[in-house]
């Protein structure tokens, strides 16, 4: 059987020029195609001691992006073999279960040293540091959709992964490409 | 803007949440009356002072809390999480800082 195949749920014509053309300031990419998994563990399960993460932070464990943005919840975001293998490693004992959010939830992630202003626009969240550091995790309404945030910085440079559910996807990229376009270059 | 102070998000803006109305107890379905029920179902004190009422951090955290607000000066109370009754303290007036 054939490998399956990932299709974004962005489908504008726009997105390579979109990131061409905002590079400097703000990027906007789609990294939809990252393995995306929901872990719901019960207090005290071997499985929550194991993450360690706290709430509201996310952590790398083994390549493996843990987002501890709700209570008894997290999320594994990576590449499908690394997260694979650190479901494959769950402690099962106690209320634990998983959930594969790869095909349901897109996922863009936003750099640049204005991407805090870009996300100010439509967002009322606070992306001060003293709020928002790196690696915080949190939900919010963004651009009036739902959405789990992360600030995950690059190399130093500011950026944010927001999560929403994979139909808003197309609107979801053009209403932050709208809001990045007085940043551009 | 009114800011809601959620028990696990911190203060958030409140068309961040849902607000779920007055709440009150819920009377023993053995023992209660068909006027009790009906109470319990349609009827609301809407008082002008503290009113007990619920909201569900719908873009966060999905928890539903319960927190006191005052009608006539927007002072909120202390939020709490299901099933703990004690009132709690002034935290907010319910204005930006």
Request: hydrophobic fraction near 35%.
């Amino acid at each position: 059987m054939a490998d399956p195949v990932f299709r974004s749920s962005v489908t504008s014509a726009e997105t390579t020029s979109a990131e061409s053309t905002s590079a400097a300031a703000v990027t906007i990419s789609d990294v939809s195609d990252w393995s995306k998994c929901s872990v719901k563990a019960g207090e005290g399960t071997e499985t929550a001691k194991g993450f360690a993460v706290a709430l509201g932070t996310a952590a790398q464990r083994n390549g493996v992006l843990v987002v501890h943005h709700r209570q008894h919840e997290w999320l594994l975001l990576g590449s499908a073999a690394q997260v694979d293998e650190t479901i494959h490693n769950l402690d099962r004992d106690g209320f634990v279960s998983t959930v594969d959010l790869t095909h349901g939830r897109m996922m863009l992630r936003v750099s640049g040293p204005r991407s805090a202003d870009v996300l100010a626009k439509v967002c009322s969240s606070n992306f001060d540091d003293a709020f928002t550091p790196n690696r915080a995790a949190w939900g919010a309404t963004v651009a009036r959709v739902t959405c789990d945030l992360v600030r995950d910085d690059q190399v130093g440079v500011r950026s944010y992964l927001l999560l929403c559910d994979r139909s808003y996807g197309d609107y979801f990229f053009q209403s932050l490409l709208d809001a990045a376009d007085e940043f551009a270059d | 803007m009114l800011l809601v102070p959620c028990p696990v998000c911190g203060p958030k803006n409140a068309a961040e949440l849902t607000y779920r109305g007055e709440t009150h107890s819920r009377p023993d379905p053995n023992q209660a009356t068909p006027e009790e029920w009906r109470s319990y179902l349609y009827l609301r004190d809407n008082p002008a002072g503290w009113l007990r009422e619920g909201w569900f951090c719908s873009s966060g955290c999905r928890t539903f809390f319960t927190l006191e607000r005052n009608t006539t000066t927007g002072e909120l109370r202390e939020p709490l999480l299901p099933g703990n009754k004690v009132a709690g303290r002034p935290i907010s007036d319910g204005t930006e800082p």
